[in-house]
């Protein structure tokens, strides 16, 4: 079935920890999306990518980085991780063809201690 | 820029009906989408709209006048696994309308 699923579901680290949160996609889709989202809060959005070898930063100003080696795959890296990034993660996929939206997956829950 | 607004939250009763708002500015319009939210959950895509009028989607339905920049999701027969957040959304004209602006959200609470 497709889908797009991220992993881990939740993770509790350490801050100076340097962790990359998975997605991954099997519906062929070229558009991805990672949003954060503090709990109750809106979404922000902090990377997005066109298709391989292309990636943009959001509107969110953001410490993580992210790559588009394939189709399927959005990683998204944090180099050194600090309380201040406890939040939720969401990442997305899209046609954005007409009606369809974004696919998201289930979203990993971030906590640096 | 872009703009959406929606009330920040609602209350309701189980069985009876709800219009959540949401009213968008934006350079330029390409359609218009709801979602909901559990909370601690990802979004799921609830409709669509990119014309005038009315869709109809079960108990729940959308609304869309592009005039007035205006749409409302309309929620029949409520019931308690309705409680969550309702994002209304809209193509981003300036990024060729490739990604889509989110507005806060609308928090629903349905009580017995």
């Known amino acids: 079935e497709a889908d797009i699923y991220q992993t881990p579901r939740y993770l509790v680290i350490g801050t100076g920890k340097k962790i990359t949160l998975e997605c991954s996609q099997t519906m062929g889709h070229d558009k991805m999306y990672w949003y954060q989202q503090d709990p109750g809060m809106e979404l922000h959005l902090i990377h997005y990518s066109y298709g391989v070898n292309s990636t943009e930063k959001g509107d969110l100003s953001s410490e993580s980085t992210v790559s588009r080696i394939r189709t399927e795959h959005f990683p998204l890296t944090l180099e050194s991780a600090r309380p201040s990034h406890t939040s939720q993660y969401l990442c997305?996929?899209?046609?954005?063809?007409?009606?369809?939206?974004?696919?998201f997956g289930s979203g990993t829950r971030l906590t640096v201690v | 820029g872009q703009n959406i607004d929606q009330p920040t939250e609602m209350t309701a009763t189980e069985g009876a009906i709800v219009q959540i708002n949401c009213t968008y500015q934006t350079s330029g319009f390409n359609g218009l989408f709801w979602y909901q939210q559990h909370a601690g959950e990802a979004p799921t895509f609830l409709s669509y709209n990119v014309l005038d009028g009315l869709e109809e989607k079960g108990r729940f339905s959308s609304f869309l006048s592009r005039s007035k920049g205006y749409s409302y999701l309309l929620l029949k027969e409520l019931q308690m696994k309705d409680s969550a957040s309702y994002l209304c959304?809209?193509?981003?004209?300036?990024?060729?309308?490739?990604?889509?602006?989110f507005g806060t959200g609308t928090r629903l609470l349905v009580s017995p």
């Open positions: 997305a996929s899209s046609e954005l063809t007409e009606g369809s939206g974004y696919t």
């Open positions: 959304a809209v193509r981003d004209p300036g990024t060729g309308f490739q990604k889509l602006v």
